[in-house]
Nanobody
């Protein structure tokens, strides 16, 4: 089970760090992604990280502003979000998936490839 936290209200230009704790499973040997869904919009990929310390891919809007990290000992992954914009307002979700025959680039573009989703955390960026 995955549980995201760390969302909240922040002014534009500010930062937030989201956390996602996995209970009952490890996320070290599966792909882990962050996704978001803004009101009235479809869910979209933010970042996706390959299993076992592999590389991370980011959506264009996240490059240079958002950073994925992992604490294996705590079975927790993070999303550091800097220089937040009003358009970053959304519910953010973490997800895990085995991604058999699917690349992390494909998973980033198609969230349905991820098979284990946690409850989201709301991020509101005020301009």
């Amino acid at each position: 089970q995955l549980q995201a936290s760390g969302g909240g209200w922040v002014q534009a230009g500010g930062s937030l760090r989201l956390s996602c704790v996995a209970s009952g499973r490890t996320t070290n040997d599966v792909a882990v992604g962050w996704f978001r869904q803004a009101p009235g919009k479809e869910r979209e990929g933010v970042s996706c990280t390959a299993p076992n310390g592999g590389n991370t891919v980011y959506a264009d809007f996240a490059k240079g502003r958002f950073t994925f990290s992992r604490d294996k000992a705590k079975n927790t992954v993070y999303l550091q979000m800097n220089s937040l914009k009003s358009e970053d307002t959304a519910v953010y979700y973490c997800a895990a998936g085995a991604l058999e025959d699917v690349t992390i680039v494909q998973a980033l573009a198609h969230p349905d490839y991820m098979d284990d989703w946690g409850k989201g955390t709301l991020v509101t960026v005020s301009s």
